[in-house]
């Protein structure tokens, strides 16, 4: 690993994590060059297995990993330095797999894929990580795909753009579990069902907050549902399919971004190595078109500053592409090599002094 030294000033940044068990750095930290977008590598740490998702915190000084194990956990580090720093210690989660987690109202929340739970862990005003859990919510159910959904695989979890709910997405039993958040506990408030055996993995939601876009891992497709935050109802409307033509064999939809700007949705499809582009038509996706994500197994997909960043899980590399203003259409710009890259955060880094 390059060293951080005195590199590592105010600017962009970004935040790539990977599979260290098949050959992953850990958390990889590049800068982003204004303008082009392009990455650096500055450096990375190690000290945690299976940094496969990351997310940073609002004011951008900390940043937080899951360790995608067996027994699972959630970092905390500290990026008001050049270096990013871990926080105490890995705090476990209760649950397999986490493979996702997001900032909610002064807590961590993590998907644990191979337990079929979300877990809460409280952030304190440092940023640090309380010692333990406050609460595990353990997701039943199953679908007709098998193996793939004999139990629960809760895949995502993240806020609603209101704030004032908390959405979970399972893979395992086909549906959508909205939830509020309070006194560190997790409550369903509704559990939505989606097409059994779509698998959905992501959802991603409208920036305008009417419509959220459910992405299928066990049928190439995206479902387009309605959002009424006022009461917290998703609605299914539609699927659109992900690909202009019926896959070889299994397609593996993976990430899901829509624009700043609400025209236009992105996917990957690790199967088919492509991104594909949706314009935004109202309550209807229409797929404009799809190109190479320049590498092999695109298993997570960011947008940041007019950009798309795509992790390229087997080969090893993060590659970033600029968007067409009038088609959305991506051009590929250019890679950097990131053995098993998993996802990528970018933000803004302080000024070191």
Known sequence: MADFGRRERRGTRAYIGSF???????????SVAAGSGALTVLGGVDDVPDPAYLALSPDGDTLYAVSETADGAVAAYRLTG???????????VGGSGPTYLSLVAGHVLTANYGSGSV????????????????AVLQHTGSGPHTPRQQGPHAHQVQPDPSGRWVVDVDLGTDSVRVCTLADGALDVHREIALRPGSGPRHLAFHPYGRYAYVLNELTPTVTV????????????????HVLPGAPAGDAYPSGIVASPDGRFVWTATRGEDVLSTFAVAGEELRLVGTVTCAGHWPRALTEAGGFLYVANERSGDVSWFAVDPATGLPRYEGSIEAPAASCVVIGQVADEG
Not at 119 to 131: E, H, I, K, S
Not at 225 to 240: N, V
Request: overall charge negative; charged content about 20%.
């Open 20 to 30: 260290t068990a098949a050959g992953g750095q850990g958390i990889t930290t590049a």
């Open 82 to 92: 050049g270096k990013p720093e871990l926080i105490g210690s890995p705090v476990p």
């Open 119 to 134: 877990t809460v862990v409280p952030v304190r005003p440092d940023g640090a990580l309380a010692d333990a859990p406050t």
């Open 225 to 240: 549902c309605h959002w009424d935050a006022d009461d917290g109802t998703l609605k299914p409307l539609a699927e659109t």
